[in-house]
């Protein structure tokens, strides 16, 4: 079992920057896949990022990728989603989630844990 807390949303200026945090409980984030998603009000919740707790192999989604960045501190069992030049459509709540063992996966249902979410807020 892994409990997650993300935090670090907020309201941003379009072509700002956020750096989302979630703090890990329980046990070790080199156990796990992590990854980060996000949901628009009236959508599917959408793969954002993953990363291997373990090797720290990386995967965006590539309306992100150059923009965004993952990465854990394992010391601090806290993964990170660094966003810059955000766009009001990068608008949502954003949820951290573990997933036990395997490859790392884009599929919301390949992940075992999630937290409460963070809502980012973006505008024009």
């Known amino acids: 079992q892994v409990q997650l807390v993300e935090s670090g949303g907020g309201l941003v200026q379009a072509g700002g920057s956020l750096r989302l945090s979630c703090v890990a409980s329980?046990?070790?984030?080199?156990?796990?896949?992590m990854g980060w998603f996000r949901q628009a009000p009236g959508k599917e919740r959408e793969f954002v990022a993953t990363?291997?707790?373990?090797?720290?192999?990386?995967y965006y989604v590539p309306s992100v990728k150059g923009r965004f960045t993952i990465s854990v501190d394992n010391a601090k069992n806290t993964v990170y989603l660094h966003m810059t030049s955000l766009k009001p459509e990068d608008a949502a709540v954003y949820y951290c989630?573990?997933?036990?063992?395997?490859?790392?996966?884009?599929?919301?249902?390949?992940?075992?844990?999630w937290g409460q979410g963070t809502q980012v807020t973006v505008s024009s």
């Open positions: 329980g046990r070790t984030l080199s156990s796990y896949v």
């Open positions: 990363i291997s707790g373990s090797e720290g192999v990386t």
């Open positions: 989630a573990a997933r036990t063992a395997g490859d790392i996966v884009t599929f919301t249902y390949a992940y075992d844990f």
